[in-house]
């Protein structure tokens, strides 16, 4: 199937085109007709598979056919509500380049920057608001956003929203907005606290489902290094000695620890940037920008930063600290192989971690192979004792989980290549290409 087989108008695949777009994504392809059908849709789907064009450009379509037929108004006719600047920020590059041709305004809000240039352009009119709950707040209190004309209603990331804290934000501005009105809801895991927010928003949803939740794209090769905690920096620092790593998006679980992290590699030469909450809108942004251009090297994130980083051609994720949430393993890796690309994700696990590495390997239905030649090995002692000491607990699962609401932020070389392999030095992207944005 083609974008042109979507039924889109000639605006919207003139745009198209002229990103490279042809071949719509499974969610793309099964979302966009029963947006266009003015129905309510509830999405599931993993990172990378494209669900930001699902939605915004059916969105584009309807509000340009309905401006075709009344009168332009200067009121907010779809409300986007994310999680994050960061991808708040891509999803508005989204709709910039599909509505280019359509004359539709748009307008992204979120918080940690001067709200003026944002209040101005809500005084001039936009038909698309793209916004984090917590600013979007602020500006409905001051009296700068009215919700009253609102036509369509995305939520994205919703899971990601809950873990944030998000979720009484987001029932405030939900009961600002008209009841009649169709919503489209995005998640990309579906517990129980996800499907109540949605059954209570949604009118007769149809439901799309693009890959489990749990699984992890084949395009990803992984590999498992067990090493002691005392020696992940200087696991990092070997693995950086190869060259062909040209991008490494580094994971750890707190801001503190990814700026320890930034410290270690200027010190032995890598150039690294840190993007996380206690960074300013500016800083975050350049950050990225210098590893996109290649400036930066390697980046190192927190998770709730790191959501909707998108970055062509992104050879190698690193975990180095393994995730307490199974999911959000999931989503780091997705990082990278997006697109149909290759790529290559690394996992540092130390002893006090091998119980949230057992709760990823039960989520994703595998183990992950484990790279053994490594200059830093933990004792086998050590890995087996701590999987026995798991097994007397109850055997097999990780320590107890539960979604926090409150703000929380065999055969591989060491560049993770298989023997014999050719490496993941960043697959072409040419031919047909996929609108995967998110």
Known sequence: MLFQDLKLIEPILRALKTEGYTTPTPIQEQAIPIVLQNRDLLGCAQTGTGKTAAFAIPILQLLYQDRLQHKEQKTIKALILTP?????????????????????????????VNQNPQTEALRRGVDILVATPGRLLDLMNQKYV????????????????????????????????????????????????????????????????VTPV????????????????????????????????????????????????????????????????NKSQNARQRALTNFKNRTTRVLIAT????????????????????????????HRIGRTGRAGASGIALTFCDQEEIEFLKDIHKLIAKEIPVEEGHPYPMSPQSIVAKHAEGQKKGG???????????????????????????????????????????
Request: zero cysteines; proline letters at 2%; a positive charge.
């Open 84 to 112: 994050t600047r960061e991808l708040a920020i891509q999803i508005n590059e989204s709709f910039a380049a599909y509505g280019k041709h359509t004359g539709l305004k748009h307008l992204v809000i979120f918080g940690g």
């Open 146 to 209: 009215h919700l009253d004309h609102i036509k369509m209603l995305v939520l994205d990331e919703a899971d990601r929203m809950l873990d944030m804290g998000f979720v009484h934000d987001v029932k405030k501005i939900i009961a600002k907005v008209p009841a009649k009105r169709q919503t489209l809801f995005f998640s990309a895991t579906m517990p129980k606290e996800i499907q109540q927010l949605a059954d209570t928003i949604l009118n007769k949803p149809e439901k799309v489902e």
């Open 214 to 277: 749990s699984s992890t794209a084949d395009t990803i090769q992984q590999a498992l290094y067990y090493v002691e905690k005392n020696d992940k920096r200087a696991l990092l620092a070997h693995i950086l000695k190869d060259k062909e790593i040209k991008t490494a998006l580094v994971f750890t679980r707190t801001k503190h620890g990814a700026d320890k992290v930034v410290k270690d590699l200027v010190r032995i030469g890598i150039t690294a940037e840190a993007i996380h909450g």
């Open 303 to 330: 998770d709730i930063a790191a959501r909707g980083i998108d970055i062509d051609e992104l050879t190698h994720v690193i975990n180095y600290e393994i995730p307490n949430i199974p999911e959000t393993y999931v």
């Open 396 to 438: 097999g699962g990780g320590q107890q989980r539960g979604r926090s609401f409150g703000r929380a932020d065999r055969g591989r070389g060491a560049s993770g290549k298989t023997s014999g392999g050719s490496g993941m030095s960043g697959a072409s992207r040419g031919g047909n290409r996929s609108a995967r944005r998110d």
